[in-house]
């Protein structure tokens, strides 16, 4: 939602938020998840959420 509405650096703390509270669970859903989002922010290159 946030990349559709040119906020690639609100998008990129919602993902590390997410990926924060998915460590450790594995599930095909939460890999779903993760693989839209480096999906998704591909477009902005391999720097593009650097913490």
């Given at each position: 939602?946030?990349?559709?509405?040119g906020?690639?650096?609100?998008?990129?703390?919602?993902?590390?938020r997410?990926?924060d509270?998915?460590?450790?669970?594995?599930?095909?859903?939460?890999?779903?998840?993760?693989?839209?989002?480096?999906?998704?922010?591909?477009?902005?290159?391999?720097?593009a959420?650097?913490?």
């Amino acid at each position: 939602m946030c990349l559709k509405r040119g906020g690639s650096e609100r998008a990129c703390a919602t993902c590390h938020r997410a990926l924060d509270h998915m460590d450790g669970v594995r599930s095909n859903r939460i890999g779903n998840a993760v693989t839209g989002m480096r999906n998704d922010l591909t477009a902005y290159g391999p720097a593009a959420c650097d913490a």
